[in-house]
């Protein structure tokens, strides 16, 4: 039994993939705990023994989706990070990568944070620090800079139904957002 801070995690983990499943369907509003724990096959309890408020479950789910795009991009923290053009490289695969279901999922705990202002706290730390990792890099870090931010302009745009590119529309501008 694996244990994070003495829970076990396939608990914790059952109650999160339920939650990201409800997400994808559902305004994060309209999601109680009870629905939660009876998606996941737990009882309320199990879930409160997991995490205390609602609050904390999406915090949670938050934070895992947050550690989700670093393990696929490459964090750029500055102990250990990959170089610039592997990190542009993750993200560009990331964003034309991802699919319908987690930027349906982004969009609705987007609109939550209306609601639950703490959710854009992980999402802030992870720029906070890139940009900060970025500062050492001189001329490039305004290039990668501008990259990143560009992808997740292109990422907002989908999840929010604004524009949905075409496969033509994104294979070009994959293959010109950075010589590889």
């Not at 829970?7 to 629905?35: C, G, P, Y």
């Not at 490039?140 to 990143?148: F, N, P, T």
Request: glycine residues 8%; hydrophobic residues 45%.
């Amino acid at each position: 039994m694996e244990l994070n801070n003495g829970f076990r995690l396939s608990n914790r983990n059952t109650l999160l993939d339920a939650l990201e499943s409800l997400i994808a369907e559902n305004s994060v509003h309209d999601i109680t705990l009870e629905k939660v724990a009876v998606h996941a096959g737990i009882t309320r309890g199990g879930l409160i023994y997991h995490f205390k408020s609602k609050e904390a479950l999406l915090m949670a789910l938050v934070e895992r989706m947050r550690q989700r795009v670093d393990a696929h991009c490459g964090d750029l923290a500055p102990e250990g990070r990959p170089p610039l053009k592997t990190f542009l490289i993750g993200r560009i695969d990331y964003a034309f990568a991802m699919p319908p279901k987690e930027k349906k999922t982004m969009a609705n705990l987007l609109a939550a944070a209306a609601t639950y202002p703490c959710l854009l706290g992980p999402v802030k730390a992870m720029y906070d620090s890139g940009i900060e990792a970025l500062n050492g890099d001189g001329e490039a870090a305004g290039l990668v800079l501008s990259i990143w931010t560009a992808l997740d302009g292109f990422i907002l745009l989908e999840m929010l139904n604004i524009r949905h590119f075409s496969a033509l529309e994104r294979q070009q501008m994959k293959d010109c957002s950075f010589a590889r």
